[in-house]
């Protein structure tokens, strides 16, 4: 038996999870309600929050999965991409906890655990794949090869979807977290009634900012023009905000999958959770003959989990690192 402790502490989730012979046990998330008053993650407090979270989620972790901390084998954690300050609680815990137990250390990519976390249950896609992982930091396509041998298709030259998602969400005065309000709402507009444009990028590369952009003017112009606009307009703006973006998503990906012959299709981080995103990929899954395959939605942001089951992997394959470890604010796939 295998027993894996994950720790992930990349942004501003606080979340630690076991994982016994390659299923997931525990997934304990602590969220920080402190940066809805500010817009955004302030870096400086969620790493305060995460040195108040990390230990109580580790003892509750460990509880619920029925295991006593001297039967974990080996502690897998999150060594980037992120913020500095909060991944360096995460490593020095995970460090820390290594050091007095005496057993291995396994350093985790956030980008390759988002993947992986297709691993947690069935069905599970067969490599290769293709992944589109998109999230408030990232926004990549993938071509899957096996557990850790990926290749980078495509990324964004700028904003990552996500992050056009707040963004807009701030625009239009909704409040932090933004991104799930402007799904809720989208679910009552028009997609089409607004037509936001499509940015022209070549390959497989995304762009965001411009979009932003022709939101923000559209948006200013249209309340001078009319003061009540977005009180008015609020679920149809939201709808084809969010179209538009779904549209940039999934024409790269058809064109991915085009070029790479590659029929099993995956999608992965905090943005796959939206539920537009999800029905339309279902749907042109179903007209181009794809197998989709879509996480949990407790496995799409940013969870202990997906750190978890990576690390188990990593354990199979005795790929443990030194107590020199460092985080990586910056940590390609």
Sequence with gaps: MSIVLGIESS??????????????RSNIIANQTIHEKFGGVVPELASRAHQQHIIPAVEQAIREAKVHKNDIDAVAFTRGPGLLGSLLVGTSFA??????????????????????AHFI?????????????????????????DYFEMELL????????????????????????????????????????????????????????????????????????????LQVHINDICASVQSRIISILLNKL??????????????????????????????????????????????CTDNAAMIAIAGYFKYLSKDFVGQDVVPMARYGI
């Design 11 to 24: 942004c501003d989730e606080t979340s630690a999870a076991v994982c016994i012979d390659g299923s997931i």
């Design 95 to 116: 460090k820390a906890f290594a050091l007095a137990r005496h057993i291995p250390l396994i350093e985790v990519n956030h980008m390759h655990a988002h993947i992986l």
């Design 121 to 145: 249950d069935e069905p599970m896609p067969r490599f290769p794949f293709l992944c589109l992982t998109v999230s408030g930091g990232h926004t990549q396509l993938v071509l899957v090869k």
């Design 154 to 229: 495509g990324q964004t030259l700028d904003d990552a979807a996500g992050e056009a998602f707040d963004k807009t969400a701030k625009i239009l005065g909704l409040p932090y977290p933004g991104g799930p309000l402007i799904d809720r709402y989208a679910q009552e507009g028009n997609g089409e009634a607004f037509p936001f444009p499509e940015p022209q990028v070549p390959g497989l590369n995304f762009s965001f900012s411009g979009l932003k952009t022709a939101i923000l003017y559209f948006v200013q112009q249209k309340q001078r023009e009319q003061p009540d606009f």
């Design 254 to 299: 058809k064109r991915a999958a085009s070029e790479t012959k590659v029929t099993q299709i995956a999608i992965a981080g905090g943005v796959s959770a939206n539920s537009g995103l999800r029905a339309e990929l279902m749907a042109l899954g179903e007209k181009q003959g794809w197998r989709v395959f879509i996480p949990r939605f407790e496995y």
